[in-house]
């Protein structure tokens, strides 16, 4: 894809800032690049380059004396003795970088006579032609030099304008936007969590409104405990825990075995249900986890009868 644009840039060269050597044209960025465009190439066309000077510091240059019997070569060579060995200040034209100039022509600045002030077409003098090609990495410098007549005074002034024809060849990368599906179950399963007449919520595994208690922190024990509602403990040592004797419904505690000795949990006064798919749930008063099976353990809920925990996350129990 390609774009272009009419850019111009303008320099204005005063007593005040003559001395500072050459003086770079600036040359603006380019406006109409889209969004999400890489440039591919770019190129620069000068298709006006003129020089406004209105001097007044120095003497009147005479207007060329032509005669009847002068050729074309003698009229020229009285135009150009006018141009240059009048009272004159010299404007050179430089292209390059600022690290790196090269003079391509000069002009006379002159007091013209008859003339309040004087146009100089420098893209004649750079290229002979009405528009010239212009590399992408360089620019124009002006400088003023003293040739004999001195310098701008204050009175003078010069001013510079250069129309460009910018044209750039880009490419706009793709925008690629990922969307999560998302996922609908038509035909949820059914659970049925009726276990001897006691319903449980499956709001996080819990009921009353109580949240899971998976965010609490681990505690861990190497003796014999009192676990509290709502704790998560970590075995150690072969030890025995006491549940808590007057929990609410809803009440949770996990319970895992850090050790491969057995872990005993005792329920007294209340009682321990393990409940198994596709069998009948077994109540006792303790429980023993672990048996040689690190990490094993799970989660008691009390039902309101019962502490009710899953028999494959506590594998291997046995009850008295």
Not at 30 to 39: G, H, L, S, V
Not at 85 to 98: A, D, E, K, V, W
Not at 143 to 148: L, M, N, P, Q, S
Not at 247 to 260: H, L, M, R, T, W
Request: charge should be negative; aromatic fraction near 8%.
């Amino acid at each position: 894809m390609k774009a272009t644009e009419s850019v111009t840039s303008s320099l204005v060269i005063t007593s005040s800032n003559q001395n500072n050597g050459i003086l770079q044209i600036p040359t603006p960025a380019f406006k109409n690049m889209p969004e999400n465009a890489t440039k591919v190439s770019e190129s620069w066309k000068v298709v006006n380059f003129k020089v406004y000077s209105n001097i007044k510091s120095i003497p009147t240059a005479s207007l060329p004396n032509y005669s009847l019997e002068d050729t074309e070569t003698d009229r020229l060579i009285k135009s150009l003795d006018v141009e240059w060995n009048s009272p004159r200040i010299q404007l050179n034209l430089y292209i390059g970088t600022p690290n790196n100039w090269s003079i391509v022509g000069s002009v006379s600045l002159l007091n013209a006579s008859g003339y309040p002030y004087r146009i100089y077409d420098l893209l004649e003098i750079y290229a002979a032609k009405e528009q010239a090609s212009l590399g992408v990495n360089v620019s124009f410098g002006i400088a003023i030099e003293d040739v004999g007549h001195g310098l701008l005074s204050s009175f003078d002034k010069v001013s510079i304008l250069v129309d460009y024809l910018r044209e750039i060849s880009y490419f706009v990368s793709p925008q690629i936007n990922i969307t999560t599906p998302e996922v609908t179950v038509n035909n949820p399963v059914e659970i049925n969590n009726n276990i001897n007449g006691v319903v449980i919520d499956e709001n996080n595994g819990t009921n009353n409104g109580i949240e899971d208690i998976n965010e609490m922190p681990l505690l861990i024990k190497n003796a014999n405990y009192n676990p509290s509602v709502n704790e998560r403990i970590l075995c150690t040592s072969a030890i025995e825990l006491y549940l808590p004797a007057s929990p609410s419904i809803g009440d949770e505690i996990e319970i895992y075995a850090g050790v491969d000795g057995i872990i005993t949990v005792n329920a007294t006064p209340n009682t321990i249900t393990r409940v198994l798919y596709n069998s009948s749930p077994v109540t006792a008063n303790r429980a023993n986890i672990g048996r040689n099976y690190l990490g094993m353990g799970g989660k008691l809920i009390w039902v309101g009868t019962t502490w009710m925990c899953n028999g494959n996350e506590f594998n291997y129990q046995e009850y008295d």
